[in-house]
Nanobody, 124 residues
Framework: VQLQASGGGAVQTGGSLSLSCAAS????????VAWFRQAPGKEREFVAA????????HYADSVKGRFTIFRDGARKTVYLRMNSLNPEDTSVYYC??????????????????WGQGTLVTVSS
């Protein structure tokens, strides 16, 4: 599956943004879809994931309660709604898809398809 991420931009602290990850070539059916982010000089870190089976969601502690991952009914787009943004959320955000089990969904090397990344900048 090919992924196209979009929706990044610049906001002030406390603002909101929504990211989209669109699938082409096939739907997300059967895949876990996740968002990761990478700030300059830092390692790529897990943000959120939605499981193919049952649509259960998982979040990094740093975004829990502020970010929401969800998908459309056709399973061709996964969204990341980000509220109460702060400067520590500034990163390039990547979506990823793969046949990933729950115990490993926070590991970026488990995903075989990646979007191109979209930049989110939060100013104070």
């Amino acid at each position: 599956v090919q992924l196209q991420a979009s929706g990044g931009g610049a906001v002030q602290t406390g603002g909101s943004l929504s990211l989209s990850c669109a699938a082409s070539g096939r739907t997300f059916s059967g895949y876990t879809v996740a968002w990761f982010r990478q700030a300059p000089g830092k390692e790529r870190e897990f943000v959120a994931a939605i499981r193919a089976s049952g649509g259960t969601t998982h979040y990094a502690d740093s975004v829990k309660g502020r970010f929401t991952i969800f998908r459309d009914g056709a399973r061709k787009t996964v969204y990341l709604r980000m509220n109460s943004l702060n400067p520590e959320d500034t990163s390039v955000y990547y979506c990823a898809a793969g046949n990933v089990i729950t115990s490993t969904l926070r590991d970026f090397d488990r995903y075989h398809s990646w979007g191109q990344g979209t930049l989110v900048t939060v100013s104070s």
